[in-house]
């Protein structure tokens, strides 16, 4: 049974506390004993500990990168607050907000999801984290079971998803249409 991701693109972005609070009770995938978060600087890592006690403590396990960044959050919209303009003799009081930090799961395979040992089953978790995501999307095609499978999740919703196949550039030309660099009249002797 070989299960493994082909493609994969994110930008998921939640609270880092809904992070935290999501791995207090999560439910890992089989394979998954636990997950090791470390937060290095402005990056957090959240790595797969194997429950195979077979798997040398040296062998990376695949792990979840997100960069951590802070936004502030208003508790009202100050663009709906300047919409209906200052009132004259007023002082303009002060919007309550608090800066939160967010975890930004955002890029391609490689970027996101690193190490293969254990790939598919970080994959899922992934999957249960873009669930908890208010914003951003999670697409994926991936292997299971000998099948391949589309994966999509917008804004903590899963949603349809299909796989097209398609003829590439390079499909069906034998190599015809490339330049001939041999008999080529601008390059000279």
């Known amino acids: 049974m070989s299960n493994q991701v082909y493609r994969l693109h994110s930008t998921l972005e939640l609270p880092l ?3 935290h609070d999501f791995f207090e009770d ?12 470390t937060r290095r600087n402005n990056t957090l890592i959240l790595k797969a500990v194997a429950e ?4 040398s403590k040296y062998t990376p396990t695949a792990q979840l990168k997100a960069s951590v960044t802070e936004n502030r959050v208003y508790e009202e919209d100050p663009e709906e607050r300047r919409a209906a303009g200052p009132q004259w003799g007023e002082e303009e009081e002060e ?3 608090e800066l939160v930090e967010y ?19 970080m994959f899922l978790v992934l999957c249960d984290i873009a669930r908890q995501a208010e914003k951003g999307t999670l697409t ?5 079971d000998d099948e391949l499978q589309a994966t999509r999740i917008v804004d903590g919703d899963d949603r349809p998803a299909s796989i097209e196949v ?3 550039p ?20």
């Open 103 to 121: 975890a930004a799961f955002k890029g391609d395979r490689e970027t996101v999801l690193q190490n293969s040992t254990l790939q598919y089953e």
């Open 26 to 37: 999560a439910d890992l995938p089989d394979a998954i004993e636990d997950i090791d978060i």
């Open 170 to 189: 390079g499909d069906g030309n034998n190599g015809e249409s490339g330049v001939n660099w041999r008999d080529n009249k601008f390059i000279s002797d």
């Open 140 to 144: 994926a095609i991936t292997e299971r």
């Open 95 to 97: 919007i309550e907000s």
């Open 166 to 168: 398609v003829e590439g």
């Open 17 to 19: 506390e809904t992070v």
């Open 52 to 55: 195979d006690k077979s798997i």
